[in-house]
């Protein structure tokens, strides 16, 4: 079985288990996503320590956004095979 297969599976199989129709499960798994990565790339992305001419929020978000947005992006999250699957990636 190819790996979107098996994420395809997961994802119908999680979003049943959780009583959402797959649509609603992808776009609040994407939405948590989101929550948990942007504190740590606003930290980082915005430190006058780290680069000489830091983001700005404003760029910080929008480039996050259009990350999660693109059709060939995939959120992994931890489940049975989140280590199987992050070492296919």
């Known amino acids: 079985m190819s790996l979107e297969d098996r994420l395809a599976q997961q994802v119908r199989r999680r979003a049943e288990e959780e009583g959402l129709g797959v649509i609603a499960f992808i776009a609040r798994t994407l939405d948590d996503a989101l929550k948990r990565m942007a504190p ?50």
Do not use: M, W, Y
Not at 83 to 89: A, D, P, Y
């Open 40 to 89: 740590r790339l606003v930290r980082i992305v915005t430190n006058q320590r780290i680069f000489k001419c830091p983001s700005t929020l404003d760029e910080v978000f929008a480039f996050t956004a259009e990350l999660v947005r693109r059709p060939t992006a995939r959120v992994v999250a931890p489940g049975p095979d989140h280590l199987s699957i992050f070492e296919q990636l």
